[in-house]
């Protein structure tokens, strides 16, 4: 199975629409797709979404389909197991399988981002860790093929060139960079600010763009609060948005509007506080001149 659910979404939508199409209304004419947006409180446009395989659709959602809809028992399995895996990842293994349970919606849903919006002040985020960062995190496992983790976060990397996303941008804690020079070494964090800066230099297109941008918050910074870990995921399906915060014991996933809302003014908060992009790449070649010098 692919590793981001695409032959099922696909499955899934064709059953959708099938289910659709085998309704007749009092006339006789086949249900149109406005017609089972307002069933479920969809627009006509995320019907034609959900119905094309553009979209993930969640579990509820298709609970509603196959309620209002009458869809057949036998299909209805089909739809359910179909849209788990959708909205939670396929059963995971092999590589996957090595990805802890609770990042899992997080990682399947990532590709599919219009907008990622993140503030770290305790970690880099795997996207942006460099191929030597990623080896060293790693190193100290006892017992763990590290091959799969690596080619995961490999793959990760190919979000800043997925057509669909519009913007990545990330505020990173420059303690977190302090932090990592700590646990892993000069060498390692210099490596690690050479791969941030090519990633944040909008020219070299091979590994990203001018949609994406890595702005640094300097220790020095006088803002009064600092928020944990979080990144913001916006997706086709606005209701399909979320936030996720990681915390001691796994992760929350935060979905209501209010918690959209704060998210947002939150990082807004430590973007505002936050190096501009090229302020950003000049403290960053700061730090690592200081690193390889002492």
């Not at 209002?68 to 059963?91: C, F, Q, S, Y």
């Not at 219009?114 to 990623?134: D, K, N, T, V, Y």
Request: glycine share 8%.
């Amino acid at each position: 199975m692919h590793a981001d659910g695409g032959r099922e979404r696909r499955e899934l939508a064709g059953l959708i629409k099938q289910a659709r199409l085998d309704v007749r209304t009092a006339s006789g004419r086949r249900m149109t797709q406005q017609e089972l947006g307002g069933l479920v409180g969809y627009s006509q446009g995320n019907i034609n979404k959900i119905e094309s395989g553009q979209i993930k659709i969640e579990p509820e959602t298709v609970e509603r389909i196959i309620r209002d809809l009458e869809v057949p028992p036998d299909i209805a399995t089909r739809m359910r197991n179909l849209a788990r895996w959708n909205a939670v990842g396929i059963p995971f293994s092999g590589q996957r399988a090595l990805v802890p349970e609770y990042a899992r919606k997080y990682i399947d849903y990532e590709p599919d981002a219009l907008e990622i919006l993140s503030w770290h002040e305790l970690r880099l985020p795997g996207p942006l860790q460099s191929e030597h960062f990623m080896l060293r995190q790693f190193a100290t496992a006892e017992s763990v093929d590290v091959a799969p983790l690596i080619r995961n976060r490999r793959s990760r990397r190919e979000l800043f060139r997925r057509p669909a996303l519009r913007r990545y941008g990330c505020v990173i804690a420059e303690e977190a960079l302090h932090r990592a020079g700590r646990a892993f070494g000069a060498g390692v964090v210099c490596d690690e600010i050479d791969y941030l800066l090519a990633i944040n230099n909008p020219a070299n297109t091979r590994i990203a763009d001018d949609r994406t941008c890595i702005q640094l918050l300097p220790t020095t910074t006088g803002i009064a609060h600092l928020y944990g870990d979080f990144s913001i995921l916006r997706l086709p399906d606005p209701k399909a948005s979320f936030v996720y915060v990681e915390h001691v014991a796994g992760a929350h996933y935060l979905k209501s509007a209010r918690q959209l809302t704060k998210a947002t003014q939150a990082w807004d908060e430590v973007h505002t506080a936050a190096l501009d992009r090229d302020h950003t790449n000049e403290f960053l070649r700061k730090l690592r001149a200081g690193f390889a010098s002492g």
